[in-house]
């Protein structure tokens, strides 16, 4: 099936910003994991590498879900491949 140069640029958009965010997700669960002893300065009275495990990683997961399912509802209108409410 042949698909036109608009649906082409529908699914690269869609398959950039899912790789932006799937690197921040990666960033946020091994990068600073992996440096959290480092990390140990206070932040809200915490050590900030028990704050990162522990509220930060998931306030930040939380955000990425709700940034993308904005984003693909704003595409999805913008090439008119929107579901009907």
């Known amino acids: 099936m042949e ?11 869609n398959l950039r910003i899912t790789g932006i965010l799937l690197a921040i997700w990666f960033v946020v669960t091994f990068v600073v994991g ?21 509220q930060g990683a998931l306030v930040i997961y ?9 984003y693909m509802n704003r595409l999805d209108q913008e090439y008119g491949v929107a579901e009907e409410e």
């Open 34 to 54: 992996y440096f959290a002893r480092d990390l140990n300065f206070r932040f809200f009275g915490w050590p900030f590498s028990f704050w990162m495990g522990a």
């Open 62 to 70: 939380v955000a990425i879900i709700w940034y993308y399912a904005r």
């Open 3 to 13: 698909t036109s140069p608009r649906h082409r640029e529908y699914w690269q958009r």
